[in-house]
């Protein structure tokens, strides 16, 4: 029997069937041949949510959930965060190694000339109402772009797809910058890539014609450690978004439009902004403990806890804490840091946490953050999503060049009617409605 093998024995007709094992996985495929009848459709695998589904090779990040390690291309995200930049990162993510300093120079120097948008796209965000999601907003420019760059459906072509990806990286901060500012009705301000990525975007969102104004560095600077740390992720939600819709060969802005609409959900980007509502209706450090039973309870959860793959501090929510005092140097210590701590600190030493390995998330301490930065909190996702760009496009980029992958059409388990014949409207009875 060879080594690297699983045997697998049908008990309905006794038979053994010996399926390989590479990279601690099996093929789905191979237990198609496991039938009781020849004209058996063959066994499945059933996993909601595919949590135990790999759905790819990747060579782009590696989480150690249990331990909670987190690499980019093989580098530590804490090296990283501490001694990179985020355009830095988002060519290794992209390119697969670090640039050399000309390589980077060339890179900064693209990217930063992509920052301008189409002048329809800018008058399309004005028809928006003064309080639309900027999640909402910002998937629909995605959208507008693809119709603005359709040489982008060449995603088999790699000179347009490098092109695409400056387009995406240069243009995304004016997109969420101009949301920014139509949503508190203040101008425009057009880009300068003279201010590095950050430093632009701080600018764009800031600049109010003042005679002396200056970006913040410390604050650039945390907005860029940020973004480094939501880079990349592997496998999630808005990334598999992206990859699905890839796989159907849809230009990069409409994947991304869908990969923006995962990113909103609470349980995956939005937890940020749930943990700012839900630190704000704990109120009070004396609440903690009492709000904490309720989770106990299942009433809720604790935003900002728990994640698919991390059964250890995550490595991000770290990082995230040290930049949080940095930048309440800045702008002064926010009262909902306090209420953090405290949940944190309860929740770290209670049974019900420590045995489902509930740590706090990289969501846990951004939101508090942006908050101290005076971000309105639905905006806090597209901050979220301006960092992940270059990890979706660096995993859409593999997805197209992979020669294995084929579209993304997943099997189900049928559990309706069989086959019946159409009633007649007037011999129907009637049965019983969900009214939602
Ligand atoms: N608060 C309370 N209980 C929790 C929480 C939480 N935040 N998360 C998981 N649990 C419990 C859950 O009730 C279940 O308990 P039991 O075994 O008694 O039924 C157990 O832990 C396992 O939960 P699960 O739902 O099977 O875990 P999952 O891997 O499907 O969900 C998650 C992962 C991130 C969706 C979930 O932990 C969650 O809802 N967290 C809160 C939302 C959040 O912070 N999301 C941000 C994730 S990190 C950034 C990102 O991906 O965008």
């Known amino acids: ?109 693209d990217v930063m000339h992509h920052t301008f948008i189409h002048e329809n796209l800018t008058r399309m ?54 949301i920014y500012r139509h949503r508190i009705g203040r101008p425009y301000n057009y880009p300068n890539s003279d201010l590095g990525y950050t430093g632009n975007f701080v600018y764009m969102l800031d600049y109010m014609h003042q005679s002396k104004y200056e970006v913040n560095p410390v604050l650039a600077k945390a907005l860029d450690v940020l973004f480094i740390l939501h880079a990349d992720h592997e496998q999630n939600c808005s990334t598999s978004v992206m990859r699905n819709i890839g796989s159907a060969k849809a230009d990069p802005y409409s994947a991304m439009s869908g990969a923006v609409g995962a990113l909103y959900g609470p349980l995956h980007g939005g937890a940020n902004e749930a943990v700012v509502k839900m630190l704000t209706e704990i109120g009070s450090v004396k609440n903690v403990p009492g709000y904490v039973e309720r989770v106990k309870k299942g009433e809720f959860r604790l935003m900002g806890f728990g994640h698919r793959v991390y059964k250890n501090y995550d490595p991000r929510a770290r990082i995230i804490k040290q930049v949080a005092y940095d930048v309440f140097k ?47 909190v639905e905006f806090f996702t597209v901050l979220f999503a301006l960092g992940r760009a270059p990890g979706w496009l660096a995993q859409w980029i593999e997805l197209v060049t992979d020669r294995e992958q084929r579209i993304a059409r997943p099997r189900q388990i049928y559990i309706g009617h069989p086959q019946r014949d159409y009633v007649p409207l007037a011999q129907r009875e009637a049965h019983p409605v969900h009214q939602g």
């Open 1 to 109: 029997m060879a080594p690297d093998t699983l045997t697998v024995i049908d008990n309905r007709t006794g038979k053994s069937y010996e399926i390989p094992i590479t990279h601690e996985t099996i093929p789905a495929s191979a237990l198609r041949q496991i039938k009781v009848n020849p004209d058996d459709f063959g066994i499945m695998a059933y996993d909601p949510g595919y949590g135990n589904t790999a759905s790819c090779k990747s060579a782009i990040t590696y989480i150690d959930g249990d331990k909670g390690i987190l690499l980019y291309r093989g580098y530590p995200i804490e090296q990283l965060a501490e001694q990179s930049s985020f355009l830095e990162v988002a060519y290794l993510l992209i390119h697969g190694e670090l640039p050399t300093q000309a390589q980077l120079d060339k890179w900064v120097y």
């Open 125 to 178: 965000l004005e028809a928006f109402r003064y309080d639309a999601h900027p999640m909402s907003m910002l998937a629909s420019a995605l959208s507008i772009m693809s119709t603005l760059h359709p040489d982008a459906k060449n995603v088999d072509d790699e000179a347009s797809r490098n092109k695409q990806v400056l387009r995406i990286l240069g243009k995304l901060p004016t997109v969420a910058a101009f």
């Open 330 to 376: 800045v702008t002064g210590s926010d009262p909902l840091l306090d209420i953090a701590l405290a949940l944190e600190e309860v929740a770290l030493h209670d049974d019900y946490f420590i045995s489902r390995k509930l740590y706090p998330n990289v969501d846990f301490y951004s939101g508090i953050i942006y908050r101290a930065m005076r971000f309105p």
